[in-house]
């Protein structure tokens, strides 16, 4: 019997965390159809790839991602497939595009997740073709999408599209009935198109753009407990999952969500994916209490899962656009403000430093930022002389000017030209290894598609297995590669219920090849590249070819030695994943070579 692709003599891990082994695979028709010790034949097979040496890995699971605009015009989605992510879930925080218009999306998106507003609008009113949650799925799949998708419908876009953006975010407003069962007709239909649950928000620092509601924070935001009470039954009742976002500033929420998990006597437990487990450097003993949260609850019936980003939180920021300036009252005071001539004379204004001197100071009670300015580097200035130091030394530099001031006068002086880093949390190895072998915890927190601007974490998955595969190197071996692949690929799927992250006969053939010569320091270089639909903003990306030379979706090879395949962007290697749909069995070859569970090869 012939296949379309052979891999031969790769180290071949399956995604359910069993020993791996050096195995050949024959894959036809898009699936699995042997994995054989002994050499398979490719007498007639048109491509026979050669992974000596190399890993074979089951296509890595993205479970946090806001693609949702990019995907319309660009559904190839190239940044993340090249790092071996073949399955990409959309919908987070709330946000989606299933129900709400062009210009309401725009005002979803565009601040809270650093999307310029225009391009939102435009994406969605040149695109948007559906009205229901099922055309939105069969419009995804007339795309020639690279990966796979998986959706949670947001509970922000089904509020705005039910009360209208300006009733959807005012205190004082709750829906009436019909709105109620609106919201909860539209869940349900999400539901049966196969999305994998709900996502909603009660972070408070997440605010809306444009001008009519502008500085707002997310309709999620709004909902009160009888509003989320009707919506959490349904996901409770189809064992779907709810992903959430507490509001950091008030932490009885995040206790509540967690409660809300458990399930008593017949009561299914609610999937609860809550946002996030992080270790901030502003609040470092904070994640020690998320980690014994989630055990508590989970042992007390739950299904309860932090999501957690596996590398260091690294942000960088043009002048003053960073997110984490709207956790205070002077910072958002600032972004509130689209034009940069009001925004500079605020700037300069003696009272509002003042504010921003008070806000700064300030070290108690939840936030994000650690608020040190000498915990912030500048990477790019007109003013050479900056470049390399603090805010806090340029400071000093200047006659000891308080860090507030001298970060505003320079970006006074030079407004986005100046350019920024700082790390706000998971900076402790030891404490990422923890949290790597918790089972509270889900690999994925990378905004991809998020952020153009601010972040790049589209590798996490890659930086992960590097962490591993050091400590095993150095012979202190936190966490197996065999867990450490399963933690990123099958138990995520299986989790959210979809048919994705596993590399056994009968799977679908979505798998990648790794170099592990090359999980080295490359993973963590900093790279721009522009964004066509975006008139070419220049985004932070990950660019380490090496280490991925090879990427399946389907059985169709879509990335090759650092470039696209023809069949990316041009034939559909995707399909969306519906929750608890299951591939058609593939009839398997009949060999006495086959291995269902195999020895490991070290």
């Not at 999306?105 to 994406?123: C, M, N, S, Y």
């Not at 975010?169 to 109620?180: I, L």
């Not at 003696?350 to 008070?358: P, Q, V």
Request: some cysteine.
């Amino acid at each position: 019997m012939t296949f379309d692709v052979i891999i031969r003599n790769g180290r071949w891990f399956d995604g359910t965390g069993a020993p791996s082994a050096v195995r050949d695979l024959g894959i036809r028709d898009g699936h699995v159809a042997a994995v054989s010790a002994e050499p398979l034949d490719a007498t007639g097979c048109p491509e026979v790839v050669d992974a000596a040496g190399k890993w074979v890995l089951p296509g890595m699971v993205d479970i946090h991602t806001h693609y949702d605009v990019e995907v319309l015009n660009d559904p190839h989605l190239p940044e993340s497939l090249r790092h071996g992510v073949t399955t990409i879930l959309l919908g987070s925080c709330s946000l989606s595009t299933v129900h709400v218009g062009a210009v309401d999306a725009g005002d979803l998106f565009g601040r809270v997740e650093a999307i310029p507003r225009k391009h939102v609008i435009r994406a969605v009113q040149e695109a948007k073709t559906w009205s229901s949650a099922q055309e939105y799925v069969e419009a995804l799949e007339s795309l020639p999408l690279g990966p796979n998708l998986a959706a949670f419908i947001g509970h922000s876009d089904m509020r705005t599209a039910t009360m209208g953006l300006d009733q959807a975010t005012r205190k004082n407003v709750r829906p009436s009935r019909r709105e109620q069962q609106r919201m909860e007709d539209m869940l349900t239909e999400a539901l049966d198109a196969g999305f994998v649950g709900m996502s909603a928000q009660q972070l408070l620092f997440d605010k809306l753009d444009g001008d009519v509601c502008r500085s707002r924070t997310l309709p999620s935001t709004y909902a009160k407990w009888r509003e989320m009470r009707g919506l959490r039954k349904i996901l409770r009742s189809r064992g779907r999952a709810l992903q959430a976002g507490p509001d950091a500033s008030h932490p009885h929420t995040i206790v509540t969500q967690a409660l809300g998990s458990i399930g008593f006597g017949k009561t299914k437990p609610l999937k609860t994916s809550l946002l996030s487990a992080a270790d901030i450097k502003a609040i470092p003993f904070i994640i020690h209490l998320m980690r014994l949260l989630a055990a508590t609850v989970n042992k007390a019936g739950a299904d309860f899962k932090w999501q957690h980003l596996p590398v260091p939180f690294e942000v960088y920021a043009d002048g003053i656009d960073l997110v984490i300036f709207e956790e205070f009252g002077s910072g958002a005071a600032a972004l509130h403000l689209s034009e940069k001539i009001a925004r500079d004379e605020l700037m300069r204004d003696e009272d509002y430093r003042r504010r921003f001197r008070k806000d700064y100071d300030s070290k108690y009670g939840p936030r994000v930022w650690h608020r040190d300015f000498f915990d912030a580097e500048i990477v790019e200035c007109p003013d050479a002389s900056v470049i390399g130091k603090s805010f806090g030394q340029v400071g000093l530099d200047r006659g000891g000017l308080h860090p507030v001031d001298a970060y505003l006068d320079l970006v006074l002086e030079h407004g986005t030209a100046i350019r920024w880093r700082t790390t706000i949390s998971n900076h402790r190895p030891d404490i990422l290894k923890k949290m790597a072998q918790s089972p509270g915890v889900q690999m994925g927190f990378s905004d991809a598609g998020a952020h153009l601007r601010n972040m790049s974490f589209y590798n996490f998955g890659l930086r992960l297995l590097r962490h591993v595969h050091d400590a095993e190197v150095a012979g202190r071996p936190f966490l197996s590669m065999e867990h450490a692949v399963h933690r990123l690929t099958g138990e995520l799927a299986d989790w959210y219920g979809i048919d994705a992250g596993h590399l056994r006969v009968g799977h679908r053939a979505d798998l990648f090849l790794l170099d592990p010569a090359h999980l080295d320091s490359t993973l963590d270089e900093y790279h721009e590249a522009p964004v066509a639909q975006y008139d070419n903003l220049s985004r932070m990306v990950n660019r380490n070819d090496a280490t991925v030379p090879l990427v399946m979706v389907a059985g169709r090879t879509v990335w090759r030695d650092g470039d696209a395949t023809d069949v990316l962007g041009k034939e559909r290697t995707g399909r969306f994943l519906r929750a608890e749909e299951k591939t058609p069995a593939v009839r398997p070859v009949a060999s006495s070579t086959m291995v269902a569970v195999p020895a490991r090869v070290d």
